[in-house]
C-alpha cells in the first residue's frame, strides 16, 4: 500500500519533473516564438540603396513638420521627388491593355520585365535585379493607384498612446550616462555601449538604416502589436530615471 | 515503469507548475488583455501631416468660409477661416459637422431612378440620357426650385432653364427674399441691402435672430463681441424685437416683446416718433408715407394693435435719433416688414446696399431677378410643370404646402424627403468636393466673395450638379459658354477681381453704398402691414436654431447632444408658452399637447416660459423628418407642416406670420 500511495511503479516524483522539465522547456523555448508571425513589409525597401547609394540622410524621410509632429514614413509625395510619375494614367491604361482588367492592375507584376508596358519601366531607376523588383512593386501598387504604403511600423504604439519624438529628441546617450539611467531590459547593452549622435536605437532597431532588405515584422498573432513594442513598464522606467512625470495623462491623452 | 492514472496525475502537475515558471501564461494573459483594447469595431486614428485647407462650406443659408482640417489627406474636421472677412476664424454649428455630414451614411451614393416605389442604380450617363430626352419632352415646362441663395451655380442652372424656354426658377422662402423684394421691388431700388453691424452704435433686430439663425450668424456674432468687450462697456447697443426671448435675446441688451405678425406696425410705430422728431427721407412718397404713419400708426393705434407702448416705442427712436450709425434689420420673409425695416433706415440715414457682382453667363437671371418669384405662389396656383428639379433644398420637408411635378429630379447630397419623393436622385458633390462660391451672403455689411475649391475627393458616385447641366445643356445643344463648372468659377472670380488660384479657392472684398430707394413703400404698407392671424387658439412663434438644423441640411451628427431640453425632450418637440397662455388653454409644465394648423399636426410638450408672447406658443422649426439618419428621422414634429400660409396684402408674398393653431390634450 505504501509503494502505491508514493508512485513506486513510476519512480516517485520522477514523472512531476519530467512534466515540468517539458513544459519549462516549451514555455521557454518552443510556444514563444508562436506568439509571433513574421509579416514583409509591403515593398521590399532597401535603406542600402538609398542611404549608400543615393546619399540620402535620415531626415530625408524622416523628419519633425513644422508643426512639431514626427513623419516617421515617407509619403508618395516625398517618394516622388525621385520615383514621380507624371502621367499615372497613361501607365495605368496601358498596364490594363496588357492585362485586361482595371481589376488586375497588379497582375502586371507575373510578367517579365521586358513583356511590361514602356511607360511603366521607364520609370524604373534600378538596375539590380531584386531592386527592379521592389521598385516595380512600389510603382504598380501603390505610386500609379495613388495609394499610400502601409508601411509596417516595428515600434508600433497603440492609439491610446501619445508619443511625441519631439519631446524625446533630446534623450542622448551623455544625458542618459550623466544620470546613471539603469535600462536593463528596455535597451540592448550594446546599444548603450556604442552611443551615438543619434538616438533613434534607444527604441528602434539597431542597425535598420543601413540595411538592404527589411526584417519581418514580427506581429504578436493575439494583440497585433509588433514584437518589439515598448511596453508602459519600459517607458515608465526611462521617465522615472531620468526625473520626468509618469502619470497617466502624459501618454494617455 | 507502467503509465496509469496516478503518473498522468503526477505529470500533469508537474507540467502545471513547469509552466508557471516560463512567461507564456503571463505572456498570453498580457496579450489578451491588449487584444481586448483593439476590438476590430474600434476606430483606427489615421496619421501623418496636419493640414488645414481653405474651402467655402455651403450648408448653412449664407455658408461659410471654413478651413478643411486633415490628417494624412483625410478630413476630419472643420474650423472657421481667420483669413475670411466673413466669418474671422469662428464657424456656425451646422458647418462645423461638415466633414461628419460628408461621412454620414445617410449620403446618397450614387445616381438612382425610381422603379415603382424602389430606386435603383443608375449611371451618369444613362441619367443625362434620361433628363435630356425629359426635357425635351416637356416643351419647356420645366422648373427649377433652388435652396442656394449665394452660389454661380444659380446662373448655370437660370441661364439652362432659360435655353430650353422657361422663367420658373424659383428660390426656396428666405430672409434674403424678403429684403430683395422688398428693396428692388417695392421701393425701386437695385442691389441687395447691406447690413453694417460692425460699424454700428445702435442696432435694433426687428425678428431678426442674429446671433441664432438670421444671416450670416457667425460674422454677426463677431460684430456684437467686438462691441460688448467682456468687462467693459458696450460700444453699442443691440435690441432684438421678437415674440420670444430666444439665445439672441439672451445676450443682446435689451428684448422688446413684437408678435412677429405685428412687426412691420411695430417698426412704423418707430417711423411715427421718428417723423414727429423731423426726420426726412428723399423718396417720391415721403409725402404719403407721412400721412399714413400720422393716420395710422400713432402710439395708441400701435399698442391697440400689437401690445407695444407708446412710450416704448418713443424712447426707442429717441436711442435711434441718438445714435450716430443705428440700422435696423429686418428678419423673416414678410416683405411688409423688410419695407418698412428699410423705410426706418431711410428716415435714419442708415439704409445701405451692397452691388450685385458681374454674371458670367450672360442668359442667367440676376440675384434680384431670381429672387422676385414667389415659389409658394407658384404652387397655389396650381403650377404642374412636367419637370421640376430641387438643388440644395428640400421643399417637401419645409414647405408648408406640397409641390407636385411630372417628373422630379433631385440633386440631393444625402436622402431627404425630396430625394425619396423624387424620380431621379442625382447626388450632388458635397460641398468640400466640389467647386463652389458664395456672392454677398445676406446680412453682410460689404461685398464680399468666396470661392471655394475641391479639398475632398469624393468617395461616392456623386457628380457636381453644376457638371450635370453643363453637360446636359452642351447634349441638347445649348450653349452656357462654358464646359465645366470649374471654368464658370475662374470667369467669375476674375469678373468680381478676386485673388483667385485653382488650389486654394480665393476671395474678394469690397464696400457697401448708400442705397437710394425711389419710394417708401407707402402704398403697399398702407394695406399690408397690418397684423393678420389666423382664428386657432394660439399664435405660432416659430424659430429656428442651427444646431437643430436649417430647412435644408436636418440635424448634424454631433448635433443632437448639444439641443436643450426646452426644445427637444425624449424625442417630442417642446412648445414654450407663458404661464397664462397655459392657463388659458387649460395646459401646464410638461403637458402632452397636439398642435393643429395648416396641413398638419404636432405632438409637443409644454414648458412654461415667460419669455413667450401671452397668446403665443414658441416652437422649433427643423425637427420632424421622415427620411434621413438617426439623429433627424422621426425626432420631433415637422413644425413647417402647421404653419398657414397666406398671401400678403399688396405685395403678394407668400407668409405663414400670424399661423394660429388649435390646441388639444393628449
Known amino acids: 500500500m505504501e509503494e502505491k500511495k508514493s508512485s513506486g511503479r513510476c519512480g516517485g516524483v520522477l514523472p512531476f519533473f519530467i512534466g515540468f522539465l517539458i513544459c519549462c522547456i516549451l514555455g521557454w523555448v518552443v510556444i514563444p516564438p508562436l506568439f509571433y508571425t513574421k509579416v514583409e513589409q509591403p515593398v521590399r525597401f532597401s535603406h542600402k540603396v538609398h542611404v549608400e547609394g543615393q546619399e540620402m540622410d535620415c531626415d530625408s524621410c524622416h523628419y519633425f513638420r513644422e508643426d512639431g509632429s514626427y513623419a516617421g514614413f515617407p509619403s508618395n509625395a516625398q517618394c516622388a521627388d525621385c520615383h514621380a510619375v507624371d502621367d499615372a494614367d497613361s501607365v495605368l491604361d496601358a498596364i490594363v491593355e496588357k492585362v485586361g482588367s482595371k481589376d488586375k492592375i497588379e497582375d502586371i507584376l507575373k510578367l517579365p520585365v521586358d513583356e511590361m508596358p514602356e511607360g511603366l519601366t521607364e520609370l524604373v531607376q534600378s538596375s539590380d535585379e531584386a531592386n527592379v523588383k521592389a521598385e516595380l512593386e512600389y510603382l504598380v501598387k501603390y505610386a500609379l493607384q495613388g495609394k499610400e504604403v502601409p508601411w509596417l511600423n516595428y515600434q508600433y504604439q497603440p492609439d491610446n498612446v501619445y508619443f511625441s519624438h519631439k519631446a524625446h529628441q533630446d534623450v542622448t546617450f551623455e544625458a542618459l550616462a550623466e544620470k546613471h539611467v539603469d535600462l536593463d531590459g528596455v535597451v540592448d547593452h550594446a546599444v548603450l555601449a556604442e552611443g551615438g549622435d543619434h538616438n533613434c536605437n534607444l527604441c528602434h532597431m539597431k542597425g535598420i538604416e543601413t540595411n538592404d532588405t527589411p526584417p519581418a515584422f514580427e506581429r504578436n498573432i493575439l494583440s497585433?502589436?509588433?514584437k518589439i513594442t515598448m511596453k508602459m513598464w519600459q517607458c515608465e522606467r526611462c521617465h522615472a530615471q531620468m526625473g520626468q512625470n509618469n502619470a497617466c495623462y502624459v501618454c494617455h491623452k | 515503469m507502467g503509465f496509469d492514472r496516478r503518473t498522468f496525475i503526477q505529470l500533469s502537475v508537474g507540467g502545471t507548475v513547469g509552466i508557471l515558471f516560463t512567461p507564456v501564461l503571463w505572456k498570453a494573459l498580457d496579450d489578451v488583455s491588449i487584444w481586448t483594447q483593439n476590438w476590430p469595431w474600434i476606430p483606427r486614428l489615421k496619421y501623418g501631416a496636419l493640414e488645414d485647407q481653405p474651402a467655402v462650406s455651403k450648408l448653412c443659408d449664407s455658408g461659410c468660409a471654413v478651413k478643411v482640417r486633415k490628417v494624412a489627406g483625410s478630413a476630419f474636421g472643420t474650423e472657421g477661416n481667420e483669413d475670411s472677412p466673413l466669418s474671422k476664424g469662428g464657424i456656425c454649428p451646422i458647418c462645423a459637422n461638415a466633414v461628419q455630414v460628408m461621412r454620414n451614411p445617410n449620403r446618397v451614393k450614387g445616381p438612382m431612378k425610381k422603379v415603382g416605389e424602389a430606386f435603383e442604380p443608375i449611371t451618369w450617363e444613362d441619367a443625362k440620357s434620361m433628363v435630356a430626352d425629359k426635357l425635351a419632352a416637356a416643351k419647356g415646362k420645366v422648373a427649377f426650385i433652388s435652396g442656394d441663395q449665394t452660389g454661380t451655380a444659380n446662373e448655370v442652372f437660370s441661364g439652362f432653364l432659360a435655353g430650353i424656354g422657361s422663367e420658373d426658377y424659383l428660390q426656396m422662402p428666405c430672409d434674403m427674399q424678403a429684403a430683395s423684394?422688398?428693396?428692388?421691388?417695392?421701393?425701386?431700388?437695385?442691389?441687395?441691402?447691406?447690413?453694417?453691424?460692425?460699424?454700428?452704435?445702435?442696432?435694433?433686430?426687428?425678428?431678426?435672430?442674429?446671433?441664432?439663425?438670421w444671416g450670416p450668424t457667425v460674422a454677426n456674432q463677431k460684430a456684437f463681441a467686438a462691441t460688448h468687450p467682456t468687462g467693459e462697456k458696450p460700444t453699442a447697443i443691440y435690441m432684438l424685437a421678437s415674440p420670444v426671448q430666444t439665445r439672441t435675446a439672451s445676450v443682446v441688451d435689451a428684448w422688446i416683446p413684437v408678435p412677429e405678425e405685428g412687426m412691420a406696425t411695430f417698426l412704423l410705430g418707430v417711423a411715427y416718433h421718428l417723423i414727429r422728431a423731423g426726420k426726412y427721407a428723399g423718396a417720391a412718397d415721403f409725402g404719403s408715407f407721412r400721412s399714413m404713419i400720422m393716420d395710422a400708426y400713432a402710439p395708441g393705434k400701435v399698442e391697440a394693435a400689437i401690445g407695444v407702448k407708446g412710450a416704448d416705442t418713443a424712447a426707442l427712436a429717441k436711442q435711434l435719433l441718438a445714435a450716430s450709425d443705428p440700422i435696423v434689420v429686418p428678419g423673416g420673409t414678410s416683405v411688409a416688414t423688410a419695407t418698412a425695416a428699410f423705410a426706418v433706415n431711410m428716415l435714419l440715414g442708415s439704409l445701405r446696399k451692397v452691388s450685385e457682382f458681374p454674371k458670367v453667363i450672360q442668359s442667367a437671371m440676376s440675384t434680384s431677378e431670381r429672387m422676385s418669384k414667389d415659389l409658394l405662389t407658384w404652387v397655389n396656383k396650381g403650377a404642374a410643370p412636367a419637370v421640376a428639379m430641387v438643388y440644395e433644398a428640400n421643399p417637401a420637408y419645409s414647405?408648408?404646402?406640397?409641390?407636385?411635378?411630372?417628373?422630379?429630379?433631385?440633386?440631393?447630397?444625402?436622402?431627404?424627403?425630396?430625394?425619396?419623393?423624387?424620380?431621379?436622385?442625382?447626388?450632388?458633390?458635397?460641398?468640400?468636393?466640389?467647386?463652389?462660391?458664395?456672392?454677398?451672403?445676406?446680412?453682410?455689411?460689404?461685398?464680399?466673395?468666396?470661392?471655394?475649391?475641391?479639398?475632398?475627393?469624393p468617395t461616392l458616385d456623386v457628380m457636381a450638379s453644376t457638371d450635370f447641366i453643363l453637360d446636359v445643356a452642351a447634349s441638347m445643344g445649348i450653349n452656357l459658354g462654358f464646359d465645366s463648372f470649374a471654368e464658370v468659377i475662374a470667369a467669375k472670380a476674375e469678373a468680381v477681381g478676386a485673388d483667385f488660384d485653382e488650389a486654394s479657392g480665393g476671395q474678394y472684398e469690397g464696400s457697401y453704398s448708400s442705397a437710394r430707394a425711389s419710394v417708401l413703400g407707402a402704398s403697399v404698407l398702407s394695406r399690408a402691414a397690418a397684423p393678420v392671424r389666423g382664428n386657432g387658439a394660439v399664435v405660432l412663434a416659430p424659430y429656428s436654431q442651427l444646431i437643430v438644423g436649417s430647412q435644408n441640411v436636418a440635424t448634424t451628427p454631433n448635433a443632437p447632444c448639444v439641443i436643450s431640453t426646452n426644445v427637444l425632450k425624449g424625442g417630442t418637440l417642446v412648445?414654450?408658452?407663458?404661464?397664462?397662455?397655459?392657463?388659458?388653454?387649460?395646459?401646464?409644465?410638461?403637458?402632452?399637447?397636439?398642435?393643429?394648423?395648416?396641413?398638419?399636426?404636432?405632438?409637443?410638450?409644454?414648458?412654461?416660459?415667460?419669455?413667450?408672447?401671452?397668446?403665443?406658443?414658441?416652437?422649433?422649426?427643423?425637427?420632424?423628418?421622415?427620411?434621413?439618419?438617426?439623429?433627424?428621422?422621426?425626432?420631433?414634429?415637422?413644425?413647417?407642416k402647421i404653419l398657414t400660409v397666406r398671401s400678403e396684402a399688396a405685395t403678394g408674398a407668400t407668409v405663414w406670420t400670424g399661423s394660429t393653431v388649435n390646441v388639444a390634450k393628449m
Open chain 2, 181 to 213: 423684394r422688398a428693396y428692388n421691388g417695392v421701393m425701386g431700388g437695385t442691389g441687395q441691402v447691406a447690413y453694417d453691424l460692425e460699424n454700428s452704435d445702435f442696432v435694433l433686430l426687428a425678428g431678426a435672430d442674429a446671433m441664432e439663425s
Open chain 2, 575 to 640: 412648445a414654450m408658452m407663458c404661464s397664462a397662455t397655459a392657463k388659458k388653454i387649460g395646459v401646464s409644465d410638461e403637458s402632452k399637447i397636439k398642435l393643429s394648423g395648416g396641413n398638419g399636426e404636432a405632438a409637443a410638450l409644454v414648458k412654461i416660459n415667460e419669455g413667450v408672447l401671452p397668446g403665443a406658443v414658441a416652437v422649433p422649426l427643423g425637427l420632424g423628418h421622415t427620411v434621413g439618419d438617426e439623429f433627424s428621422k422621426g425626432v420631433g414634429d415637422n413644425v413647417y
Open chain 2, 399 to 457: 414647405l408648408p404646402d406640397d409641390f407636385k411635378a411630372g417628373f422630379v429630379v433631385s440633386f440631393a447630397t444625402e436622402w431627404d424627403e425630396t430625394a425619396a419623393k423624387a424620380d431621379l436622385v442625382l447626388p450632388n458633390a458635397f460641398t468640400f468636393e466640389r467647386f463652389d462660391d458664395m456672392q454677398n451672403p445676406y446680412g453682410i455689411g460689404k461685398q464680399t466673395y468666396s470661392v471655394g475649391v475641391p479639398v475632398c475627393r
Open chain 1, 224 to 226: 497585433g502589436y509588433s
